[in-house]
């Protein structure tokens, strides 16, 4: 596995690293020790996927809040999209900024969310699937969430909206 720091601090791009031969390829998605010699949490609690069906679907920007803040690791298994990542952490260097990355079927990209970061992805293609792995379990009550067009942010996503639930599209406005 290749880990690459993107520029918020902690947040990272994994490219898998390919074995390959006649066959095709071998590679790590994930492993324990690797995520340890980076400083990062290599705990999961949960897998989960995410079907689909409509380019420009929007799901986010997510988060929990203390004590239940939670790692995510991210990656598209069918299809593409560009996953959105803002740093909410007070005391960080990078907090109120925002990057993204496109995550793909054909790159096998994978992005390590840290705890303390909003997430959120825009699909790219018909018939999208994320599947991501979770340091926490999903707490209801600690659930927080950043509108996708938050004048403190300006996310600039790729397309035009064309689905989005009623609750991302109602999140309050960010209080700093």
């Known amino acids: 596995m290749i880990f690459t720091e993107t520029k918020l601090k902690g947040a990272f791009l994994i490219e898998v690293q390919k074995f390959e031969d006649e066959r095709g390829f071998f ?43 939670e790692v995510k690791f991210v990656r598209c298994t069918r ?25 793909s079927a054909d790159n ?8 303390g970061f909003a997430h ?20 209801p009550g600690s659930e927080r969430g950043i509108r996708y067009d938050d004048p403190v942010f300006r996310i600039a996503w790729p397309l035009a909206i064309q689905v989005i639930s009623e609750k991302d599209r109602n999140w309050p406005d960010y209080k700093l």
Not at 86 to 94: E, K, N
Not at 125 to 138: A, G, K, L
Request: net charge negative.
């Open 27 to 69: 590679g790590r998605t994930f492993c324990q020790k690797e995520f340890q010699k980076y400083g990062l949490n290599p705990n999961v609690s949960q897998a989960n996927v995410s079907y689909n069906k409509k380019k420009g679907t929007l799901r986010g920007m997510h988060f929990q809040a203390a004590p239940y803040e």
């Open 120 to 139: 959120g992805f825009q699909t790219l293609e018909d018939d999208t699937e994320v599947i991501y792995q979770v340091s926490q379990f999903y707490t």
């Open 108 to 115: 096998y990209l994978m992005l390590y969310v840290p705890e």
């Open 79 to 103: 299809g593409s999209i560009c996953d959105v990542i803002i740093d909410v952490r007070p005391d960080s260097p990078t907090y109120k900024q925002w990057t993204y990355a496109e995550l």
